[in-house]
């Protein structure tokens, strides 16, 4: 056989390999295809599953990079401004990695060229592009990428970013096409978690008006229901703190009634103004303010709220019926936390007037309960007069005319003795109706009414209520001026008690002896540092210098402190 009928024998088989070798890679390629599209419907199923948000977000960064291999992928979440990102989710990172590139972006750069054109964009150098930046310092170096929108009922709510295939290759159009199909499925995912997760915060807020309603029918005091405000708002919307803060007489400024989170203690009792503070601007505009930065909105030089680290932020007016507001609560979220929506934003206002409303009726109640009482005073004071104090007058005049038929001088002397000691009862009782009537006590200027209000104020501050116990004639025997001091020692050591106690227990006593009057505060705290200041103790002890009266401070044996404030009734 010659040369040319070899070569031509040799034809037939070399087309067959050639035919089998693209036979394989078609059937090679069919296999990718379909454990490929297998791949993407496992990840489409994982996703949908989910109904907490932020695990449906994390699913989602996982799947796609595995879908197109990536060694890096990330998910920016759109902010509520429609040009930055809220959240950024990463994958392919350690802790450490992270921690030392610092802050997430924001949505510049590349990341921000899909947030104002949000189209598929495939690069092979992202270096090369006019919107690259570079990366900060530390940042693992990145060449190819591949960006989709998210987009959640035609509204683009974020970007997934994919880079550097494992191996080195290019992102490719099946890349493309798989991230674009995860995209419209991460989509219908993040509706259906956004939607149950609104439905249980509907839920939650509906829960906790009601819970407040309840306590009111319970008997609850105004501080409790405050705290309860407070407590339920701040889990609801999963705040780092929450204020409670109402206008002071001034109109000025705002003191925290009640703080919750965060540096709590420090924040109690805390008198802000009005300008360039968060819920300044809410208690003026009679509406809700937010910020998407606590620690650096311009608008907010004031608010000493901004040494600590907060981010996002939200006030809301409570009582916003005819321009009457009774108080506004802040919430704030840590700094890098997801921003406060509309939507959260939105159910937190239907709550702050249902607890508007809650805070209403329990002042109401008061005024009720305060009414009683002077009505009872009333009646107690009348009784007194028309039937004890007649009854001891017949008395004493009866022991009187007896004495004249006494002859024995001791039991005459006895009985005369009687008669004074009846006539001054008389006195007493006549003083104490005085007090019972007594018109500055029904508009809460009484000494007694304003020792109750300082040691109701304190309670939010110390986190309890203080045991309160007072004596004597303190309305009638105590001068305005000296009244006046004794309010403000009495609110100043409940305040230091908050301040640097860390007391759980604190007793008042507050005494009108006839000669002076008395205030002792006592807690069981930790007592009073040796180089603790002392600012606060001199200026109560200048008080009572001022009306002659001295100060005295003590560590009774099982801790804490006894502070003795007193003051003759003569100045």
Request: charged fraction near 25%.
């Amino acid at each position: 056989m010659g040369g040319d009928e070899v070569a031509r024998s040799r034809i037939p088989q070399l087309r067959l390999d050639e035919l089998l070798e693209e036979l394989q890679a078609r059937i090679d390629a069919a296999r990718g295809t379909r454990d490929r599209v297998h791949s993407l419907l496992e990840a489409v199923l994982s996703v949908g599953r989910e109904l907490d948000l932020t695990q449906v977000l994390r699913r989602i960064v996982e799947a796609a990079a595995v879908l197109v291999d990536a060694r890096y992928a990330a998910l920016g979440v759109i902010g509520p401004d429609g040009e930055s990102l809220s959240q950024f989710l990463t994958v392919g990172m350690s802790e450490g990695e992270i921690a030392g590139i610092g802050p997430y972006p924001t949505g510049k750069g590349l990341l921000g060229e899909l947030i104002s054109h949000p189209e598929a964009l495939r690069l092979g150098d992202l270096s090369q592009h006019g919107a690259s930046y570079g990366f900060p310092a530390n940042h693992p170096p990145m060449r190819t990428f591949l960006g989709v929108p998210v987009r959640v009922r035609e509204e683009v709510f974020g970007n997934l970013y994919l880079t550097d295939k494992h191996g080195g290759e290019d992102f490719n159009a099946d890349d493309e096409s798989v991230i674009a199909t995860l995209a419209v499925a991460a989509g219908v995912a993040i509706d259906n978690a956004r939607l149950y997760e609104e439905a249980q915060r509907q839920q939650r807020w509906l829960r906790a008006s009601a819970e407040i309603t309840r306590s009111l029918l319970s008997g609850s005091s105004h501080s409790q229901v405050v705290e309860l405000i407070a407590q339920r708002a701040r889990e609801i919307t999963g705040a780092e703190l929450a204020d409670i803060v109402v206008p002071q007489a001034d109109g000025e400024t705002l003191r925290v009634e009640f703080a919750l989170g965060g540096n709590a203690p420090k924040r109690s009792g805390l008198v802000v103004p009005r300008e360039g503070t968060l819920s300044g601007a809410a208690w003026t505009q009679g509406a809700q303010v937010s910020t998407a930065d606590l620690a650096t909105d311009p608008r907010l030089t004031g608010d000493p709220r901004r040494l600590e680290r907060l981010g996002s932020a939200v006030a809301v007016p409570l009582g916003r019926a005819e321009g009457h507001i009774d108080a506004v609560l802040l919430l704030a979220r840590g700094v890098g936390e997801a921003l406060f929506t509309e939507r959260e934003i939105a159910p937190l206002l239907g709550f702050a007037d249902q607890a508007a409303l809650g805070l209403e009726l329990a002042n109401r109640r008061r005024d009720a309960e305060q009414l009683a009482m002077l009505e009872d005073r009333d009646r107690i004071a009348r009784d007194l007069h028309d039937l004890a104090i007649q009854r001891l007058f017949a008395t004493g005049m009866t022991l009187q005319s007896a004495a004249r038929f006494i002859e024995h001088p001791g039991a005459s002397e006895r009985v005369l003795r009687a008669v004074g000691d009846l006539d001054e009862t008389i006195k007493i009782i006549r003083s104490t109706i005085f007090g019972l009537r007594a018109r500055d006590e029904a508009s809460g200027n009484g000494l007694r009414a304003r020792a109750v209000k300082v040691v109701e104020e304190a309670q939010a501050a110390l986190g309890f209520a203080p045991r309160l116990s007072m004596e004597g004639l303190l309305d009638t025997d105590v001068p305005t001026l000296v009244a006046d001091h004794v309010v403000a020692v009495l609110g100043e050591a409940l305040s230091n008690a908050a301040r640097h106690a860390q007391a759980g227990r604190v007793e008042v006593l507050l005494q009108a002896t006839g000669a002076k009057v008395v205030l002792t505060v006592q807690d069981n705290g930790v007592g009073i540092p040796e180089q603790g200041r002392r600012s606060g103790l001199r200026n109560l002890a200048e008080r009572a210098e001022g009306v002659g009266g001295e100060l005295e401070l003590a560590s009774p044996p099982d801790g804490g402190t006894r502070l003795v404030w007193s003051a003759p009734l003569g100045s």
